[in-house]
């Protein structure tokens, strides 16, 4: 995976990366893991100096390591001048409090840590309303470890119940009523949007999804001839972009949706999935997967999973497998790209071995949308489907076509 920052090396902040190796998880998959985590940490702003890992049966349910992995994670922090500590898993609010009381730095997991970058991305109304929902979702039950003061508060009073546990319980309602308040807010857009929806007129939709990064809002740009944001970075597109597309005479909207990842926040699957109706309500989705990174097949049964957690996993779609240029730096020279009887024999028996193994699945593509290459391919196919949908959806508008 490309790691590009547009971030200057000089406000970097540094930090440690930190995995367990259970015994689902072998060591390779680790590595994959803790990859992509040094790729959200740099999206985010910090750079990897050091990656710490453990294997055991489970997480700790004190630190998530093991004592002495911790005292080993302390010292590496205190001699380097550490500013910040990534777990690569979810931590228990009772773990973040007794690491922080350990290691008195700031600690993130993945969870929060995408969540930040979601934060940060945000840039619509409605983008930052789903992320602060989820936000606030994510820290309900971690308000008891946000207040430094406390223990102090306990000791005063003598009690179990002190103004500490009280203050603490008025912040919860707070946040319970915040938390309501924003649903009710993102159920007033998503109906006004339900309606924008159902005044698109009598045209296919179709949804590019995939996995962060994979290349969709290129490819949308290429298609669209328009200029949606696109970055060698994740997430670089929270807000779903619709565009109409014109292609010899025939006209259906084309949409860009947020990426998929590997242990998603479910607080974050929840409030974006008013954004995922786009996917769900489509007649046909473009799958779109990045072939240069190694973990593909990994990346396409997570999106499988989310797809089929919304309720989408069993539409029409193909599979574009996107990229091929840098695929094929590490492959025998192909004379002629555009020619899709050369690809390589492993190539065509990736393309039907993906194809047999999911029935929705119509066609298998290998394209490069920042090289241009089986472009044509992929509007022809594209095309094809389209319009065998609108004879099915709109049979009274074929005589348009020919």
Known sequence: MAKVSLIPETILKSCVLVGVMTRHQTELKTQEYLQELEFLALTYGLKTQ???TQRLDVPDTSYFIGKGKLDELKHYVDENSIEVIVFDD???????????????KKILDRTSLILEIFEQRAHTAYAKTQVELARLQYLLPRLTGMWTHLERQRGGTGTRGGAGEKEIETDRRIVRNKIALLKKRLGDIDRQMVTQRKHRGEMVRVALVGYTNVGKSTIMNVLSKSQVFAENKLFATLDTTVRKVHMNALFFLLSDTVGFIRKLPTTLVESFKSTLDEVRESDLLVHVIDISNPAFEDQIKVVQSILSEIGAAQKDHILVFNKIDLYFKNQPAIDDLTNISKLPQDLNTLRASWKAQYQPCLDVLFISATEKTQLDVLRNTLYEHILRIQGQK???LLHHYG
């Open 50 to 52: 050091h990656t710490i």
């Open 90 to 104: 979810e931590l228990s609010p009772s773990q973040q409090r007794n690491i922080e009381k350990a290691i008195p």
């Open 394 to 396: 709109y049979p009274y």
